[in-house]
């Protein structure tokens, strides 16, 4: 689910409310019609989240509310267990538009994020070695981070060579 998505069903739920209509019942009633969809508390939360944020917002930024109420998320699973099948990888490659094939082959062979993989520039591969790497000011974690290429990674980028002078991948001639 998107912010938008999130925001029209929060719409439809507070029924035109104005902010400092929002109480902690209706928070309570959000969640359970959330829940009541069959989602998981995940799903919950992020909607729940959002909430959260703009009563913040609106308090403490906008100084439109002189309090808020306590919006409580529910617990979350902390550990992942899904990945994807050798068979699902080839399929989600298989529907994909062209020009995102490659990209997405080198992100299931390295793990990097999209915007690590869409920003990614010819001086960050060295094809010697083996490997790639991101800048602190380009990682999630303000810290640099070494990627090694395995041979299907290097394959990618071999695909790649001629087809921009800065970016390795790029679409339409962009990146």
């Given at each position: 689910?998107?912010?938008?998505?999130?925001?029209?069903?929060?719409?439809?739920?507070?029924h035109?409310?104005?902010?400092?209509?929002?109480?902690?019942?209706?928070?309570?009633?959000?969640?359970k019609?959330?829940?009541?969809?069959g989602?998981?508390?995940?799903?919950?939360?992020?909607?729940?989240?959002?909430?959260?944020?703009?009563?913040?917002?609106?308090?403490?930024?906008?100084?439109?509310?002189?309090?808020?109420?306590?919006?409580?998320?529910?617990?979350?699973?902390?550990?992942?267990?899904?990945?994807?099948?050798?068979?699902?990888?080839?399929?989600?490659?298989?529907?994909?538009p062209?020009h995102?094939?490659?990209?997405?082959?080198?992100?299931?062979?390295?793990?990097?994020r999209e915007?690590?993989?869409?920003?990614l520039?010819?001086?960050?591969?060295?094809?010697?070695?083996?490997?790639?790497?991101?800048?602190?000011?380009?990682?999630?974690?303000?810290?640099?981070?070494?990627?090694?290429?395995?041979?299907?990674?290097?394959?990618?980028?071999?695909?790649?060579?001629?087809?921009?002078?800065?970016?390795?991948?790029?679409?339409?001639?962009n990146?």
């Amino acid at each position: 689910e998107t912010d938008k998505i999130r925001l029209r069903w929060l719409d439809t739920h507070l029924h035109n409310s104005r902010l400092d209509e929002i109480t902690k019942t209706k928070i309570d009633a959000i969640k359970k019609a959330k829940q009541n969809e069959g989602v998981s508390n995940a799903t919950v939360n992020r909607t729940l989240a959002l909430l959260r944020s703009i009563l913040n917002r609106a308090k403490q930024d906008w100084e439109w509310l002189d309090s808020t109420p306590n919006v409580r998320l529910f617990p979350e699973n902390a550990t992942r267990v899904r990945w994807l099948s050798h068979e699902e990888s080839d399929r989600l490659i298989n529907e994909l538009p062209e020009h995102l094939k490659a990209m997405t082959r080198f992100t299931l062979s390295t793990g990097l994020r999209e915007s690590n993989v869409t920003g990614l520039q010819w001086n960050q591969i060295d094809m010697q070695r083996h490997c790639a790497w991101i800048h602190a000011d380009q990682a999630k974690g303000k810290k640099a981070i070494a990627v090694p290429l395995n041979n299907d990674a290097l394959a990618v980028i071999r695909q790649q060579i001629g087809k921009h002078d800065t970016h390795v991948f790029t679409y339409k001639g962009n990146r």
